[in-house]
């Protein structure tokens, strides 16, 4: 799928076992193909996307949107779910004040995701995790 077809490319961390479970579950809800999904462990990435920070996406979701806007964190996790018609899940995530708590909480969330999915799925990291 080319960038120019998809609505949204999301750029998403292939070695954590929790995002790639979340990509995995998205690119199954996504039955028109509106997403691209990039790994951005991939050898080839910094050629195809030279604009995307990969340390900074390793920070913090990242997202492009078809007109080439650049999004990070929930606010690329709220268009995605939007895409394939469950915005609505999480759209309380996006409201005045809430947002600021749960833009907080999905910061911690993202610096320790590793952790996070050592404690839930048992592995940490992995190396060649694929969301096909």
Same mark, same amino acid.
């Given at each position: 799928m080319s960038e120019q077809s998809s609505k949204?490319?999301?750029f998403f961390d292939g070695g954590c076992p929790l995002c790639v479970?979340?990509?995995?579950?998205l690119r199954k809800l996504d039955e028109q193909r509106k997403i691209q999904f990039e790994n951005i462990n991939e050898s080839d990435f910094n050629q195809r996307y030279p604009a995307v920070d990969v340390a900074k996406?390793?920070?913090y979701l990242h997202g492009q949107t078809r007109s /080439?806007? #650049? $999004?990070y964190g929930l606010d690329v996790t709220y268009a995605a779910w939007s895409l394939?018609?469950? /915005?609505? #899940? $999480?759209?309380p995530l996006r409201w005045p004040v809430i947002r600021w708590f749960a833009d907080k909480a999905y910061l911690f969330f993202a610096r320790y995701?590793?952790?996070i999915?050592?404690?839930?799925t048992g592995k940490e990291r992995c190396s060649q995790c694929s969301i096909d």
């Open positions: 949204l490319v999301i479970k979340e990509m995995r579950h996406a390793n920070q /080439g806007e #650049m $999004i394939v018609g469950k /915005g609505w #899940m $999480i759209a995701r590793n952790r999915s050592k404690l839930l």
